[in-house]
């Protein structure tokens, strides 16, 4: 099992910043990769930033590249989402995901076996 609490979200103004971070507890030796995704009201949940936990390879949806940059810190079983550039559209509830085996389909939820509770992200215009 690994458990995964997110922090760091709030309340932001358009082209502001934040940032988000995932602690992760329990049999982390699991991981194989490490996702960010992110559900608005009324919307499915979409896949936002990922890396592969042994190489640190990162993907990013085509929607945050350039403005969302997902990091580690391997001492603190932590990741982090920094958010720069904010829009109203990325308001939704963040959540953090941990796959344990490969999965091609990195984008989909259902590769993920572990995920937090996430973290309410809201941008004012």
């Known amino acids: 099992q690994v458990q995964l609490v997110e922090s760091g979200g709030g309340l932001v103004q358009a082209g502001g910043s934040m940032k988000l971070s995932c602690t992760a507890s329990g049999r982390t030796s699991s991981t194989y990769a490490m996702g960010w995704f992110r559900q608005a009201p009324g919307k499915e949940r979409e896949f936002v930033a990922r890396f592969v936990w042994r190489t640190f390879i990162t993907y990013y949806a085509d929607s945050v590249k350039g403005r969302f940059t997902i990091s580690r810190d391997n001492a603190k079983n932590t990741v982090y989402l920094q958010m720069n550039d904010l829009k109203s559209e990325d308001t939704a509830v963040y959540y953090c995901?941990?796959?344990?085996?490969?999965?091609?389909?990195?984008?989909?939820?259902?590769?993920?076996?572990?995920w937090g509770q996430g973290t309410q992200v809201t941008v004012s215009s």
């Open positions: 995901a941990v796959a344990t085996v490969y999965y091609s389909d990195y984008e989909k939820s259902t590769g993920y076996r572990y």
